[in-house]
């Protein structure tokens, strides 16, 4: 095999071993995908600012996310359907996450569930929380997050309805996975990925199945899910979650200043610049062209996390130097489980953990947690407001 040096050489393999429908669940974004290449193009045209001759002995990347310390500013981001792109997927990245210090996030939409995580790991984790019409249900879902020792609850706000995503549609996305004439050939040729679905422990979204048990469900649970989102979620409800939930409340999919005030005022113990992969909302902007006045806007109030388009030590330094305290990876842990399961997250973690300790040298970094703009030749592109 050859040498894996990056997240784009686990992004290669996992193309080959993971059937097309789930690699481009993963892979694409929403509409044209403006807003997802965005997010990596305005990443990378940021520029360091090197420095020479300051002594690189000593440095840390250990700090702290939502007051947990944590061996590196990362986690896991919650992500849906995670354990159809390997068998148990959320329990493999959770173990990693737990082996390399840093915290992982499941999703209201995995195939594993909240006991599955909690089970297998020793270390806290995270759950993340979409709210259906059916109230009633989200208050049980957070009772066993609440029962499992989650300290801390992620509330994704970006998504009262999900945005058209091509390849799901024309793939005929559904879970469970089901064999098609046009799948049927490329399952097939999957041996790995299919055996491994087979026997993992769930095949269907664990979180919801409870709730559906006994209930007339015609459609497939993708298009289920997206008729039962509740598309009134609104500012006044975050009072009722609070309520709900005693620990780190967190508002993820912020990406306008206005919006981030309001979280503040609304009680949120944290947010997370999102704008969800560019899966949701095209045309909307990079999320690094928006963190830094976001981040100054209330950064001393809040602590301000940022996801979209991390592949590398590097895009992690950035946000940490335009305000972000943390940075959450999606793509990068996925594709690393697609390609090699436990071991491929692993390897992402360990890419993006080198990556981010050169980088730390050559800006003359010691402490990640104070890190500033200085380390940064050119600032992010930013949209002016009117």
């Not at 969800?276 to 109030?301: F, K, M, N, W």
Request: charged residues 25%; hydrophobic residues 45%; positive net charge.
């Amino acid at each position: 095999m050859t040498a894996i040096t990056n997240i784009e050489d686990l992004r290669r393999l996992a193309m080959r071993r993971v059937p097309k429908v789930m690699f481009e669940y993963v892979d694409s974004g929403s509409y044209d995908e403006i807003t997802m290449r965005a997010n990596r193009s305005e990443l990378q045209a940021i520029r360091f600012r090197q420095k020479v001759l300051v002594d690189a002995t000593g440095r840390s990347m250990a700090t702290e996310m939502l007051g947990e310390k944590v061996a590196m500013p990362v986690a896991i981001a919650p992500t849906g359907l995670t354990g159809l792109v390997h068998g148990d997927g959320e329990i493999l990245a959770a173990k990693a996450a737990q082996a390399a210090g840093i915290r992982f996030c499941l999703s209201t939409m995995s195939i594993c569930t909240i006991e599955d995580i909690a089970e297998a790991t020793t270390q806290p984790f995270w759950f993340q929380l979409y709210v259906f019409k059916d109230r009633g249900f989200s208050e049980t879902v957070i009772a066993r997050a609440q029962a499992a020792k989650c300290t801390a609850l992620f509330v994704t706000i970006d998504l009262p309805l999900r945005g058209q995503r091509h390849a799901d549609i024309k793939n005929g996305l559904t879970v469970p996975p089901s064999l098609t004439l046009r799948n049927a050939f490329d399952i097939a040729t999957k041996p790995a990925w299919m055996l491994g679905v087979l026997f993992g422990k769930r095949r269907t979204f664990g979180n919801i199945d409870a709730y559906l048990k006994g209930k007339s469900v015609s459609e497939s649970r993708v298009n289920w899910s997206q008729q039962h989102f509740d598309q009134t979620l609104s500012w006044r409800d975050i009072d009722w979650l609070r309520k709900l939930w005693p620990g780190k409340l967190v508002l993820k999919g912020i990406l306008d200043a206005d919006d981030a005030r309001t979280a503040v005022s609304a009680g949120a113990d944290a947010i997370v610049v999102s704008n969800h992969g560019g899966r949701q909302l095209d045309g909307a902007p990079a999320t690094i062209s928006v963190l830094p006045e976001i981040a100054s806007a209330v950064g001393d109030r809040i602590e301000v996390l940022f996801d979209g388009g991390i592949r590398s030590g590097q895009d992690v330094i950035k946000a940490l130097a335009l305000g972000a305290r943390g940075c959450l990876i999606g793509r990068a842990f996925l594709y690393g489980l697609g390609a090699m399961g436990l071991a491929g997250v692993t390897k992402a973690l360990d890419i993006i953990r080198n990556e981010l300790d050169i980088s730390m040298i050559l800006t003359g970094t010691k402490d990640l947690s104070k890190v500033g703009r200085d380390v940064l030749y050119e600032a992010a592109p930013t949209y002016p407001r009117n």
